[in-house]
């Protein structure tokens, strides 16, 4: 685990942003390469998020720094923080800060620091290290928390007793990276956090954050083994009374979503919400998504067992899975797969199905003689439904058939 100083220099010439980014640091101010992309370095993994920290205005440099690339430069006013965005490159710039927090759960306010001032702030050992990106320290790693020694025992560690009750998403990250690297929280870091859960730490911080945090858990490819987790630590419990973390429905989800191309994250989410949807509407409010995204999750909770049941019936002809599954969110189809639904049914929907359309409009009903009116709806849904049963093949057998059912409606 432990990388020399020449390794390290090495992995730092090998990232795939290297060949233009260290030529273009040169006669900037000294720019470390700080936080997630230092562990994986250390690690031989491919780092995915650039950030970078200098003690100084970090605009200024952003500025520079996309001049000299050919992109551009996004500052973020809140923490005198920078984007810059040059081709497939983005880099976050930000100068080297110390944090103080007004009330527990809230935003940080920040000061300028040095940089081991900016490592102690940060969230756990294994993310408080820096790598020099240029001049003659290039290559050369700062760690004053001891973050190489835990990654080679594979813990995850807080810096300091206040560190969940500061910023309780952090309860959430823990668990993230224990899963994700296949660490362990060391023996402090989780009294503290099921001290945190117990006494309402995530109750403190926006629903947003939150819904950031669980999702990026949820996305992870150990989902299930991290919903597990929360469940242990009691975390399911604190983001709300309601919520028993099932790690088996979420794992099922998760491989249903494979099946049906749904979001694998908010498959995993609606599971979580499944046993009891509606008295978890609340917490599902409270995380504040889109409200596309809201509306499939929820829908997804409250009907995929219904669907699950009514596809273990009995085989449900090709009209009836329309009247069943039309309108349905693919999380739906998801989770009601992980609950139980015969798998074929739902795959011809999803593959087959639901791309069934019909060649008529109601323009030609039109064109043959009646006036537009509701009963246009009901000829053209009668006409789906003969047409996904194969009682209609071609376009001139639609328009018989629909013409048929508003001759009928007449009668």
Same mark, same amino acid.
């Given at each position: 685990?432990?990388?020399?100083?020449?390794?390290?220099?090495?992995?730092?010439?090998?990232?795939?942003?290297?060949?233009?980014?260290?030529?273009?640091?040169?006669?900037?101010?000294?720019?470390?390469?700080?936080?997630?992309?230092?562990?994986?370095?250390?690690?031989?993994?491919?780092?995915?998020?650039?950030?970078?920290?200098?003690?100084?205005?970090?605009?200024?440099?952003?500025?520079?720094?996309?001049?000299?690339?050919?992109?551009?430069?996004?500052?973020?006013?809140?923490?005198?923080?920078?984007?810059?965005?040059?081709?497939?490159?983005?880099?976050?710039?930000?100068?080297?800060?110390?944090?103080?927090?007004?009330?527990?759960?809230?935003?940080?306010?920040?000061?300028?620091?040095?940089?081991?001032?900016?490592?102690?702030?940060?969230?756990?050992?294994?993310?408080?290290?820096?790598?020099?990106?240029?001049?003659?320290?290039?290559?050369?790693?700062?760690?004053?928390?001891?973050?190489?020694?835990?990654?080679?025992?594979?813990?995850?560690?807080?810096?300091?007793?206040?560190?969940?009750?500061?910023?309780?998403?952090?309860?959430?990250?823990?668990?993230?990276?224990?899963? !994700?690297?296949?660490?362990?929280?060391?023996?402090?870091? %989780?009294?503290? +956090? &099921? *001290?945190? $859960? =117990?006494? @309402? /730490? #995530?109750?403190?911080?926006?629903?947003?954050?939150? !819904?950031?945090?669980?999702?990026?858990?949820?996305?992870? %490819?150990?989902? +299930? &083994? *991290?919903? $597990? =987790?929360? @469940? /242990? #630590?009691?975390?399911?419990?604190?983001?709300?009374?309601?919520?028993?973390?099932?790690?088996?429905?979420?794992?099922?989800?998760?491989?249903? *979503?494979?099946?049906?191309?749904?979001?694998?994250?908010?498959?995993?989410?609606?599971?979580?919400?499944?046993?009891?949807?509606?008295?978890?509407?609340?917490?599902?409010?409270?995380? *504040?998504?889109?409200?596309?995204?809201?509306?499939?999750?929820?829908?997804?909770?409250?009907?995929?067992?219904?669907?699950?049941?009514?596809?273990?019936?009995?085989?449900?002809?090709?009209?009836?899975?329309?009247?069943?599954?039309?309108?349905?969110?693919?999380?739906?189809?998801?989770?009601?797969?992980?609950?139980?639904?015969?798998?074929?049914?739902?795959?011809?929907?999803?593959?087959?199905?639901?791309?069934?359309?019909?060649?008529?409009?109601?323009?030609?009903?039109?064109?043959?003689?009646?006036?537009?009116?509701?009963?246009?709806?009901?000829?053209?849904?009668?006409?789906?439904?003969?047409?996904?049963?194969?009682?209609?093949?071609?376009?001139?057998?639609?328009?018989?058939?629909?013409?048929?059912?508003?001759?009928?409606?007449?009668?």
């Amino acid at each position: 685990m432990r990388a020399g100083h020449s390794q390290l220099r090495e992995r730092l010439r090998a990232l795939p942003p290297a060949r233009r980014l260290l030529p273009a640091l040169e006669g900037l101010p000294p720019t470390y390469l700080v936080g997630g992309a230092v562990r994986d370095l250390l690690r031989d993994q491919r780092a995915v998020d650039l950030d970078l920290a200098m003690e100084g205005d970090a605009v200024p440099v952003a500025q520079e720094l996309a001049r000299r690339l050919g992109g551009q430069a996004v500052r973020h006013e809140r923490f005198g923080t920078a984007t810059v965005v040059a081709g497939e490159m983005t880099l976050d710039l930000a100068q080297t800060r110390r944090e103080r927090y007004e009330r527990p759960g809230a935003l940080p306010t920040v000061a300028p620091a040095s940089l081991e001032a900016d490592l102690a702030r940060r969230d756990f050992a294994i993310n408080a290290m820096a790598v020099a990106l240029s001049g003659d320290a290039f290559g050369r790693l700062h760690d004053p928390l001891g973050g190489m020694e835990d990654l080679a025992r594979g813990v995850v560690r807080v810096l300091h007793e206040q560190s969940f009750i500061d910023d309780p998403t952090r309860l959430l990250r823990a668990v993230r990276y224990e899963t !994700r690297l296949d660490f362990a929280l060391d023996a402090d870091t %989780e009294r503290l +956090a &099921r *001290a945190a $859960a =117990r006494t @309402g /730490a #995530l109750a403190t911080v926006s629903g947003a954050r939150v !819904r950031d945090e669980l999702l990026d858990l949820l996305a992870e %490819e150990e989902a +299930a &083994r *991290a919903v $597990a =987790r929360l @469940g /242990a #630590l009691r975390l399911d419990r604190a983001l709300d009374p309601a919520l028993a973390a099932d790690a088996e429905l979420v794992a099922s989800a998760e491989l249903g *979503a494979i099946e049906t191309g749904a979001d694998r994250a908010l498959s995993g989410l609606a599971a979580l919400l499944a046993p009891d949807p509606l008295a978890l509407i609340p917490f599902l409010d409270r995380l *504040a998504l889109p409200a596309p995204r809201r509306s499939a999750v929820a829908r997804a909770a409250g009907d995929a067992a219904t669907i699950a049941r009514r596809l273990r019936s009995r085989p449900a002809r090709p009209s009836e899975l329309h009247e069943l599954l039309s309108g349905e969110p693919p999380e739906a189809l998801a989770l009601a797969l992980a609950l139980g639904a015969a798998p074929a049914p739902i795959m011809d929907w999803t593959v087959r199905l639901c791309h069934v359309r019909l060649a008529i409009t109601g323009d030609d009903l039109v064109a043959a003689g009646f006036e537009p009116s509701p009963a246009f709806g009901r000829a053209l849904e009668e006409t789906l439904r003969r047409k996904l049963d194969g009682e209609v093949e071609d376009r001139a057998a639609e328009l018989c058939a629909a013409l048929e059912v508003l001759r009928e409606g007449e009668a």
